[in-house]
């Protein structure tokens, strides 16, 4: 691997995006892939953890993975959704069983450990819920001044959510996590709903793919031929929103989006549980929202660097 890389950790529970943003991440020549942690979401925990096991064997490349929490920290664990990501998570691809294992830490100390020994380097990216970067952030809270930034796909400000009314899935998979991220003393970039909905493929994005990048392009080609009827019937849309894979390219090509700053607060209350919203508390740093995004420039990025990358 050539130096100057940007050295990312990944937290994820994949997921048919969180493919694509890990296969980004592993082919990018401007990115280190140093480690997953899994967390449950999509999929529950133990499937999470094959399943970032499985990308980084069709990726070809040794990246750890440290498998985290299986449940939120307060409320009880909302159902998996498979029916946006299949069964096994990838669709209707039959579960793979990879060779590796994970590692014997746990994803919290996992994450506080690469930080402290690479301080001022790591950019993490969570694209699940956040209670790994909770559990992380209570295990060292030294961390929020070590990591180079936290760059989450999580909640929709001014969106509003997509699993109900007000929140986004990943923010309302644990929301008592994801305030605690807010609340901590770091600058938090989110990549939300609000530009992660713009950015939309159609199936024909992914079959060109499968041509010329047989490998992980046909793997993908099957995997959203699931999740693209999903989006048809639920959403009303002919392709996939790119959340996860836009967060990591937000990681590296961070003018392609335009930001505003405003502290967040995740709502805890039962009837709105889960809304990300601006926050009136003095004592909260201002998170980094994107609220726009260079559409066809950051799909180039993912289908070049896809094809060209394996
Ligand atoms: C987020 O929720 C998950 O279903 C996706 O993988 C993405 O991280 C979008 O709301
Ligand atoms: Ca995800």
């Known amino acids: 691997k050539r130096m100057n890389k940007q050295k990312i950790i990944i937290d994820t529970d994949p997921g048919i995006d969180d493919a694509m943003a890990v296969f980004f991440a592993g082919l990018s020549e401007k990115l280190d892939l140093v480690a997953m942690t899994s967390v449950f979401g999509n999929v529950t925990l133990d499937i999470a953890t094959r399943n970032a096991m499985v990308l980084a064997e069709i990726l070809n490349q040794n990246v750890p993975v440290s498998e985290g929490f299986s449940k939120p920290l307060v409320q009880r664990p909302n159902p998996v959704s498979d029916y946006v990501h299949g069964k096994e998570g990838f669709g209707d691809i039959p579960a793979r069983f990879p060779k590796a294992k994970p590692t014997s830490v746990p994803a919290d100390k996992y994450i506080c450990d690469l930080i402290n020994a ?16 909770a559990m992380a952030l209570r295990h060292d809270p030294t961390i929020t001044s070590k990591v180079k930034s936290i ?32 609340a901590a003393d770091w600058e938090v970039t989110v ?21 010329k990048a047989p490998v992980i392009g046909g793997f993908l080609a099957q995997a959203t031929d699931f999740y693209i009827k999903f989006y048809k019937e639920a959403v009303g849309i002919n392709g996939c929103q790119m959340h996860d894979p836009i967060t990591v390219i937000a990681t590296i090509y961070p003018d392609l989006f335009t930001y505003e700053y405003h502290p967040i607060e995740v709502c805890l209350e039962p009837s709105r549980i889960g809304e990300t919203m601006i926050s009136k508390d003095k004592k909260r740093r201002f998170a980094k929202i994107a609220v726009d995004v260079d559409i066809d420039a950051v799909k180039k990025i993912f289908f070049d660097t896809i094809e060209t990358g394996f």
């Not at 690479?118 to 970067?133: F, R, S, Y």
């Open 191 to 211: 990549i939300g709903l609000d530009v992660t909905q713009k950015v939309v493929c159609a199936h024909s994005d992914f079959s060109k793919l499968a041509n």
């Open 118 to 133: 690479n301080i001022g380097e790591i950019i993490l990216c969570p694209v699940g819920p956040l209670t790994n970067i």
């Open 151 to 182: 760059i989450i796909m999580g909640g929709g400000v001014f969106s509003g959510g997509n699993v109900t009314e007000f929140a986004e899935a990943n923010i309302w998979n644990d929301p008592h996590a994801a305030d605690e991220v807010f």
